[in-house]
């Protein structure tokens, strides 16, 4: 008897519901295939949510998505909620999430293949095969801490947020980013700022520790954020496995997403509770919603993302090769067209990589 998944969709907003739909388009037909069955839950969340609800993130959506096997997440936000603040942004609905489903900790790959290599706003040789994975803390840090605060007025008016670690924060996060380096080239670069915070102190010292511990056979540098932002500019081929906190991984991953030339091509995961969360890296763009102009891969390799680790890892690696296939035959959406690409619409990249996935399982 075939296994069946339960996924929440939170489609969200702008291209959200698009990208949505292509990726559902090349997942149902690798589960047809592969043998595996998809109950899926559609609600809604950010904009779309509090427009319906007057809350980013009800607390209905949040106990479906506990119910769950997997959440996919498309984008959310955009300028009709700029004017909102504090708890009503869309955007806080996310922090909300991630942590009623402890996704403490979160994964984002970055890969640039030849065929993509020129279009890097570095030189092409720079990036050219480039694979690095970042692990971001991601319930925790100066996002999350207290004690937050504003007093006086005028001159004298002061405004304060809380960096604040525990040795358990560190450790858990640690321990995810030093199994991922065993699956991969078995290094890990840990960034803090020790040299100035005390918490960053707290970090390394913790880090170093769990990594003689139980890590040893991993090899173990580390970097202060001012001179990892530098390295991933002037080499970034030499990381492997980045670890990090909030604030330093929310900058750095973003800095490592435009080394392929468009945030259209990455996937993340947010993981650590039961359920994770499965969302592309790029934002809701409203410009072009309903347009067809989206980029539905970094949605489709989420999936793939999602299917690793739901321990269907020959679907999961039938998708990225579906990706790959397209890509390197020349096809593109509009963020990454070049001269002698063939532009496709959404749904087209999506009709194309359902093709080539089902052609590579």
């Known amino acids: 008897m075939s296994k069946t998944y339960k996924i929440t969709l939170l489609p969200g907003d ?7 739909k292509e990726s559902l388009k090349v997942l149902d037909a690798i589960a047809e295939k592969s043998g595996f069955a998809l109950e899926y839950t ?36 955009g300028p009709k909620w700029d004017h909102l603040t504090g708890a009503l942004r869309p955007e806080s609905g996310l922090l909300k999430i991630r942590k009623e489903l402890g996704a403490f900790a979160n994964l984002r790959p970055v890969m640039v293949p030849e065929s993509l290599a020129a279009n890097s706003p570095l030189r092409p040789e720079t990036v050219a095969g480039l694979d690095l994975f970042t692990v971001r803390e991601l319930t925790g840090g100066i996002y999350f801490g207290q004690p937050v605060g504003e007093e006086g007025e005028g001159d004298d008016r002061k405004v304060w947020n809380t960096m604040v670690y525990s040795v358990g924060e560190i450790k858990r996060v640690a321990r995810v980013a030093f199994e991922w380096a065993r699956k991969r080239r078995n290094k890990v670069t840990s960034v803090d700022k020790a040299n100035v915070l005390a918490v960053s102190r707290l970090w390394r010292d913790t880090v170093i520790a769990l990594h003689q511990e139980e890590f040893s056979d991993v090899e173990l540098n580390h970097l202060y954020i001012d001179n990892a932002a530098m390295q991933m500019v002037i080499n970034p081929r030499q990381f492997d496995v980045i670890l990090t906190g909030n604030i330093f991984g929310d900058i750095l991953s973003d800095t490592s997403a435009t080394l392929g030339g468009s945030l259209g091509l990455l996937p993340s995961a947010s993981v650590g509770g039961p359920v994770g969360i499965f969302e ?10 309903g347009q067809g102009k989206a980029n539905t891969f970094a949605m489709i390799l989420s999936v793939a993302m999602m299917l690793d680790t739901l321990d269907e890892a020959d679907a999961a690696n039938a998708i990225r090769t579906g990706v790959e296939k397209v890509l390197d035959e020349g096809y593109r959406s509009g963020d990454l067209w070049r001269e002698g690409n063939t532009l496709a619409s959404t749904t087209e990249l999506g009709d194309l990589v359902r093709d080539a996935a089902l052609a590579a399982l």
């Open 42 to 77: 559609e609600r809604n969340a950010g904009g779309a949510a509090i427009d319906a609800h007057n809350d980013p993130m009800p607390d209905s959506v949040v106990e479906t998505c506990k119910a769950s096997d997997a959440v996919l997440l498309g984008a959310v936000g």
């Open 14 to 20: 702008g291209i959200g519901p698009e990208v949505i």
């Open 280 to 289: 592309p890296v790029h934002g809701s763009a409203p410009d072009i919603a």
